[in-house]
């Protein structure tokens, strides 16, 4: 899987690449719009991350003349700019997705799998994690085959978590993914969840799942330690 | 009425000089006819007295005496009120007419002359009646050479009553004049302020929301066009600086983000190392942390700005209020929930404003946030939505620790905390307020606040009211958005 990146600030480039070579993509870094779609004309990648702030040339430029020769790369826009308009804008001209600074890079990382698997996804219908089992037909959860009764924000919640597990979830993405962004930053409603379902999904487990990272956010993995 | 309107104050100055000038005007008449009326008179006398003389007195010694004394009388001195009296040069009477019928002197009572020079002069009596007699006495010497004093008389009363009935006019005319004087002033006044009511409606309109908008400029080229081209060139400037204010606060949050991306990488790329201590992690953890409440920040003050600039209220449908609060608060109830918090509602279901839904949510979820957080265990918070006449009323009720009354003009200040150690904790970043206000202000509302220390908080918003189609407060699928041209 090759990746490109348009990215005029270096620490930020070589952060991103270095996370995305450690997920083993290829990764290739432009650093001004010029130079980007050049190469984004030049080789077949997988999918494009363009920043919207570039010197030479603007990266809703960029996008516009990518999209001329080039109609199915994924393009995953990043700005500093969170506005609806310019949102819808850059969605009008083609992106594909639309990443606002700073974000996690949890995040970055949940999106571009979601780019690069697009078309039919095939998603299990059960997710298994250690002795947790979460069925998403019938909505049901199970910890070592005892029912567990989860509210509907609890359900959402988990199943988020199940699906990414592994992978350190941030308050941000989890409050755009199960709440809306209005609960953005304001209330520390993502704690109070986690701890209920940490309550009723790991007491009286000896494994924990459900592990908090500071500073970062949540994630449930296998075979934690408490 | 307003008495120190400027219509008012002018109607009064220019009634105020009408009247001096008509006094003016009234004593210039008044003493300008008395002195006619009184010349006018004193000539008529003069002459009769004249031209008793060359016609009756010539004669005197041929005819004799009692000749000139039938031949006056048969004048009727007193039918015509003038008295008239001939003295000879030895002080003695010769005639005198009797008293006139209207009795305004009595003539026995009017002083005899002697010694009178050879020209003839004025007398004027003041003793024979109500009234003064104006006399005119002419020197008369007969042919033969016996001289005599002829005087004509007539009492003043005609010309005082002339001059009486003409202040009567004066003093029942000028103030009805003046009034309607007065009256027109204040309708030509307020005719010509006209425009300037104009202008002050306009500008009472104009607001950090429609900053865009100007004054009507009427082309009169006169005062007025000058005042209005002059407010507008003010609001440009004001416009100019408010939208620079905004730029920058957007750049400066555009500056921060591309650095706070970069330190929230690195700092994430270090906890997926293994080899990092337990302490180590928690130092990261917590450098992140504070990332995270910086971020947070920057996200605020730039969404401040955004809304104050006018740019998040484009896009408004029709809003139910009572559906969009309670599905928000139904998803914060296990906050509640947590510190054993009554969340009670009190919705009226058919309560509609035209609002950006995802910013009404915001405000909701400020408020439940606050109030949930200022609330000790066990207290109670209640949601009410409410029809009070033109207004759609959302109020957040708590039983809380409430705020100070120093503290409550300045809640919605940015970064205001009403007590520092309180507020730290629990992480805000003291722009919660502000941003709820931002948003009221953009979409039309009013927030007040209204606390007492130790028993609770009640925070309300007032915003105009529609009756239309609520439509779901839900997701942002299917929204049909309507556009209002600013």
């Known amino acids: 899987m090759r990746i490109l990146l348009i990215e005029d600030e270096v620490k930020l480039s070589s952060f991103i690449k270095r996370g995305l070579v450690a997920e083993r993509y290829a990764v290739d870094v432009a650093k001004d719009g010029r130079s980007g779609l050049e190469l984004a004309q030049t080789y077949q990648y997988d999918l494009i991350i363009l920043d919207l702030m570039l010197p030479g040339m603007d990266g809703s430029e960029v996008l516009r003349r990518i999209r001329k020769e080039n109609s199915s790369v994924p393009v995953l826009i990043l700005s500093a700019r969170d506005s609806v308009q310019d949102k819808v804008s850059n969605m009008e001209t083609g992106a594909d997705d639309y990443l606002t600074k700073p974000f996690a890079f949890a995040e970055l990382l949940v999106r571009i799998k979601a780019l690069m698997r697009r078309g039919p996804v095939n998603r299990a219908s059960t997710i298994r994690i250690n002795d947790l089992e979460l069925d998403r037909l019938s909505q049901q959860v199970k910890r070592a085959g005892h029912r567990i009764d989860l509210t509907a924000k609890e359900y959402a ?6 699906s990414n597990a592994g992978r350190v979830l941030s308050r941000n993405m989890i409050i755009e993914h199960v709440w809306d962004q209005s609960f953005d930053g304001i209330t520390n409603i993502v704690d109070v969840y986690i701890r209920h379902l940490r309550n009723k999904v790991d007491t009286g487990h000896d494994s924990k799942l459900l592990r908090t990272v500071r500073g970062v956010g949540y994630t449930i993995r296998e075979g934690a330690e408490a | 009425m307003n008495f120190h309107s400027l219509r008012l104050r002018m109607a009064a100055w220019y ?35 004249q031209s008793i003389g060359e016609k009756l007195l010539v004669d005197v010694n041929r005819k004799g005496e009692s000749f000139v004394t039938g031949e006056i009388n048969e004048m009727a001195p007193e039918i015509s009120g003038r008295f008239i009296r001939i003295t000879r040069a030895d002080g003695s009477i010769l005639y005198q007419s009797p008293a006139p019928i209207n009795q305004n002197f009595v003539p026995s009572k009017i002083a005899t002359l002697r010694n009178w020079g050879s020209q003839p002069f004025s007398v004027e009596d003041s003793h024979a009646g109500v009234h003064s007699v104006l006399i005119e006495a002419v020197p008369f010497v007969a042919p033969e050479g016996n001289s005599f004093l002829i005087e004509v008389g007539a009492s003043a009363r005609e010309i005082h009553s002339t001059l009486h009935g003409l202040v009567t006019t004066l003093g029942l005319g000028m103030p009805l004049i003046i009034a309607v004087a007065a009256l027109g002033g204040i309708l030509v006044m307020r005719r010509a302020l006209r425009p300037l009511d104009e202008i002050t409606r306009t500008a009472e309109t104009i607001t950090s929301r429609n900053f865009g908008e100007r004054l009507p400029t009427i082309r ?21 600086s408010f939208q620079h204010i905004s730029r920058f606060s957007a750049d400066v949050s555009h500056e921060l983000r591309t650095p706070l991306t970069i ?20 130092v990261v953890g917590s450098a992140l942390e504070e990332i995270a409440r910086l971020t947070q920040i920057v996200n605020q003050l730039l969404e401040i700005s955004r809304l104050e600039a006018g740019q998040a209220t484009r896009e408004v449908a029709v809003v139910s209020v009572g559906e969009l609060a309670i599905s928000t608060a139904e998803q914060m109830r296990l906050l509640a929930d947590e510190k054993s918090i009554r969340l009670d509602y009190l919705v009226s279901s058919d309560v509609a404003v035209v609002g950006n839904a995802s910013l009404l949510k915001q405000v909701v979820v400020n408020l439940l946030d606050n109030a949930i957080k200022y609330t000790p265990q066990g207290g109670s918070v209640e949601l009410l939505v409410e029809i009070q006449g033109t207004k759609a009323v959302l109020e957040v009720r708590d039983t809380g620790i409430g705020i100070p009354a120093h503290a409550l003009p300045h809640l919605c200040e940015r970064f205001y905390r009403a007590d520092r150690a309180r507020t730290r904790g629990s992480g805000g970043a003291g722009l919660g307020l502000s941003i709820v206000k931002s948003i009221c202000a953009a979409q039309g509302g009013e927030l007040s606040i209204q606390s007492s220390e130790g028993q609770g908080t009640r925070v309300r918003i007032e915003m105009p009211r529609v009756n239309g189609r609520p439509q779901s407060p839900d997701e942002d699928s299917s929204r049909e958005y309507l556009r209002l041209e600013h």
């Open chain 1, 157 to 162: 919640l988990l199943e988020y978590l199940m």
């Open chain 2, 15 to 49: 009634a105020g000089v009408l009247a001096l000038c008509l006094v003016v005007f009234g004593a210039a008449v008044y003493l300008g006819l008395a002195g006619y009326l009184e010349r006018t008179l004193r000539s008529s006398l003069r002459n009769d007295a």
């Open chain 2, 220 to 240: 009169t080229g006169d005062e007025i066009e000058r005042l209005t081209t002059s407010l507008n060139r003010m609001m440009s400037r004001l416009e100019d």
């Open chain 2, 263 to 282: 330190l929230r990488g690195e700092l994430e790329s270090l906890t997926q190392y293994d080899h990092l201590s337990p302490a180590a992690l928690e």
